[in-house]
């Protein structure tokens, strides 16, 4: 039996009491897993990333989490502007790996030593992807991971994504269906 990396349960969650995002809802992840959650916008895909990373609190319900790690939808906002990509990976993450990883995801080492302003949206996305496999999660919240990226660059960072499935569970928010079908072991859709 696979190791459940998440939990969730029973969740009610609403920015307002008349209107909850989440009701009674519960998911679970397992290594090995990719459960992809899809939605139009403003049907709680981002915040339910938020519940999980304890960002927001839900109003009942029980979330329990391995360690994770991060992949946002803008990267421009989730990197500090002032400081080299580098020096932020190495405040959360260990470089064990960093050339392989970089190799993989078509990324020279020289960009990490500039600041994230002086990289392309692109190249930004691929270090916060970086980033988070260098945390060396347990569970993988991947927001859009591919948004950022041309269609070639995107399938190969998938690809890369479903090489570490032994050691990961991976919940992925995508607007892409299609993606969702292509990668997921269970696609769980959210009304707005």
């Keep these: 039996m ?19 995002l989440y009701e009674d809802f519960s998911l679970h992840v397992n290594i090995g897993e990719v459960v992809c959650i899809v939605g139009a916008s403003g049907s709680g895909k981002s915040t339910l990333f938020e519940l999980i990373s304890g960002n927001v ?13 991060q992949i946002f939808q803008d990267p421009y906002t989730s990197f500090h502007p002032t400081y080299t990509i580098l020096n932020q990976i190495k405040d959360v ?19 990490l030593h500039q600041k994230p302003h002086q990289l392309s949206g692109g190249q930004l996305q691929r270090c916060s992807i970086l980033r988070a496999l260098l945390m060396k999660p347990k569970l993988l919240l991947a927001d859009e991971p591919t948004s950022a990226l041309d269609n070639i660059t995107g399938l190969h960072v998938m690809q890369l994504l ?5 050691s990961v569970g991976i919940l992925l928010i995508t607007h892409d269906k299609a993606l969702a079908q292509w990668c997921g072991d269970r696609m769980i859709e959210l009304k707005s």
Excluded at 2 to 14: H, M, P
Excluded at 93 to 111: K, P, Q
Aim: with cysteine.
């Design 2 to 20: 696979s190791e459940k990396v998440l939990a969730i349960e029973n969740l009610d969650f609403g920015y307002t009491q008349e209107r909850l």
């Design 57 to 69: 609190k839900a109003q009942r319900g029980n979330i329990h989490a391995a360690s994770l790690s």
């Design 93 to 111: 993450a260990s470089l064990d790996g960093l050339d392989v990883l970089c190799e993989a995801l078509n990324l020279d080492e020289v960009l």
């Design 162 to 166: 479903m090489q570490c499935l032994d």
